[in-house]
């Protein structure tokens, strides 16, 4: 089982990785990344089985879909960042 330690204030990222990123590999979430990174896009969104993320060139916001009231919604997180960690 993959084991991630990540500060609180992005802790979607374990969601988003354990649950749609490890069913269907990184290879489309990266791609997308690197679409906007590249500039050949100002924005993509990709939702999986429990998050969605919106990919903006310097941000990108993870979305948990099922997040109960006691829960944060979603989280913010510099899209190198998340890229770096999905090529991990």
Do not use: F, H
């Amino acid at each position: 089982m993959l084991m991630i330690n990540v500060p609180d204030e992005i802790s979607l990222v374990i969601d988003l990785l354990l649950s749609d990123v490890q069913e269907d590999g990184s290879k489309l979430w990266i791609d997308l990344i690197n679409k906007v990174l590249s500039e050949q896009s100002s924005y993509e969104e990709l939702t999986g089985n429990a998050c969605t993320i919106e990919i903006k060139y310097d941000v990108k916001k993870i979305v948990n879909e099922y997040a109960e009231e006691d829960q944060k919604a979603y989280c913010l997180l510099d899209t190198t960042e998340l890229r770096q960690l999905l090529l991990m």
